[in-house]
């Protein structure tokens, strides 16, 4: 995985380009992976605490993939349109011809930081899901194998997280204040 210490030297269509190679794409694979051994699970299950787990497992990787595909559909497409008007120079004070951005800057930030705000609750319950277990040899391979891909993809989400906060909300604010959507 990329380094999330990494100098902040990604210009934002680099940064959200690696950020949809590296990272959604690479969470969208996991999460499909994981959901396939989850319902795998899901039909050998017998006992009602693994059922919980297996359940709960499968209904965070369906909303880790609603926010990523969200995130594909809207987020990128925003970005990328903001990343090339600051490039050229544009400026929305003259949008339109009344300054009137049709944009959304403003809506499109805040949606960026509600969504931030979402991943960080998926990972706090990505972190208090666990399989219940007492020991490692009472539960077959496939449940640790569930378990393993569970804290791959909150890995991956950790260090979406952190690269979200602290390089690509601040790259939205700056480009977006280049181009005067915000004053």
Do not use: W
């Not at 990329?2 to 940064?15: E, F, R, Y």
């Not at 319902?39 to 990523?68: D, F, G, W």
């Not at 800057?105 to 899901?129: G, V």
């Not at 979200?164 to 181009?179: H, T, Y």
């Amino acid at each position: 995985m990329n380094n999330v210490h990494a100098p902040n030297s990604d210009n934002l269509g680099s940064l959200v380009e690696k950020l949809d190679k590296s990272h959604y794409d690479v969470l969208n694979t996991l999460c499909a992976s994981a959901k396939k051994q989850a319902l795998k699970l899901q039909t050998l299950e017998m006992h009602q605490a693994t059922s919980q787990y297996i359940n709960l497992c499968y209904r965070i990787i369906e909303e880790i993939q609603q926010y990523i595909n969200l995130k594909k559909e809207h987020l990128i497409p925003y970005i990328q349109t903001l990343y090339e008007k600051d490039t050229t120079g544009h400026d929305c004070k003259n949008c339109n011809g009344t300054g009137s951005c049709s944009m959304q800057h403003e809506l499109q930030l805040l949606e960026l930081r509600q969504s931030h705000d979402k991943m960080s609750e998926i990972l706090n319950r990505l972190q208090m899901a666990a399989l219940p277990l007492y020991s490692e040899t009472i539960y077959p391979d496939v449940y640790r194998v569930l378990r393993n891909q569970m804290a791959l993809i909150e890995n991956s989400l950790t260090e979406l997280f952190l690269l979200e906060g602290s390089q690509l909300i601040p790259k939205v604010v700056e480009a977006q204040k280049n181009i005067h959507a915000r004053y």
